[in-house]
């Protein structure tokens, strides 16, 4: 037998061997490349659970034996809350909020990619990620007409863009809820995203505290939280 022919028998072993026993190391990686569950997938695997645990809420608000059609997302950096609407022709009403299970960054809008801040500013739900490794996650359309408007860097993919609602507790830029509330708020968005689900960002709740954090790094702060403010004027403070 020549050395090839050795080198390429040794290859094949090699090959049976890994896919016979190292399972465990490259199947995450297929799975996570493949995209294993989609949006569907999910939702059927969590939708009994969820609704148990919404099913007071959702009444509550008037929603029997169904989930809104409509919804809005409004996240609090300083209060670390994130808070989910439902709007109908009755109006807006609050459905659940959830406590943020990590924080990077500062209050301020988030100016470039690596700064660990979470966006400031008035945004819409992208896509549902259901093979995130956070568990579940939602793409919020970071960086926004505005965020581009307002930015210096000359190459707009510096300004970044990964910014996702999510489950587990870690964080450098998005925000995360944990594994429980995300399954809520993933089925929920996923009921409504044919609306066009907006989210809001805000530094802290302008309904109950109207000062306007100065940001030293920029000088157009007044006019983002205009915007932020405007927003969170439509939607009540207390649940129900």
């Known amino acids: 037998m020549t050395k090839k022919l050795i080198l390429i028998f ?5 090959v049976i061997v890994f896919l016979t026993y190292g399972r465990s190391i490259y199947k995450p990686i297929f799975n996570k490349m493949k995209g294993k569950e989609t949006t569907e997938s999910r939702i059927e695997q969590i939708h009994k659970n969820v609704w148990s ?12 034996m169904e ?19 439902a709007k109908d022709y009755n109006g807006i009403k ?7 299970t990590a924080y990077s960054g500062k209050l301020g809008p988030k100016l470039k990619e690596g700064d660990k801040q979470i966006p400031e500013g008035v945004y819409k739900v992208e896509y549902l990620n ?11 359309s970071y960086p926004n007409e505005f965020d581009k408007s307002k930015t ?25 809820i944990g594994d429980e509330a995300i399954e809520e708020v993933f089925l929920l968005t996923q009921k409504a995203i ?12 302008f309904r109950i505290n109207s000062s306007y954090p100065i940001i030293e790094e920029i000088d157009w702060e007044n006019e983002l939280y205009d915007k932020i403010k405007d927003e969170l004027k439509t939607l009540p403070i207390s649940v129900y």
């Open 130 to 140: 259901p093979n995130s490794s956070f568990y579940l996650s939602i793409k919020v």
């Open 10 to 14: 040794g290859i094949l072993v090699i």
């Open 53 to 64: 645990r919404l099913e007071n809420n959702l009444n509550l608000a008037g929603y029997k």
């Open 67 to 85: 989930y809104p059609k409509e919804i809005i997302l409004a996240a609090f950096k300083e209060e670390q809350i994130l808070q989910v609407y």
């Open 194 to 205: 044919n609306n066009n689900v907006k989210v809001i960002i805000s530094p802290r709740d």
């Open 152 to 176: 210096e860097l000359t190459n707009m993919s510096d300004l970044g863009g990964d910014i996702f609602i999510h489950g587990k507790a870690a964080t450098i830029g998005c925000i995360p």
């Open 94 to 100: 609050m459905i659940k909020e959830y406590p943020f």
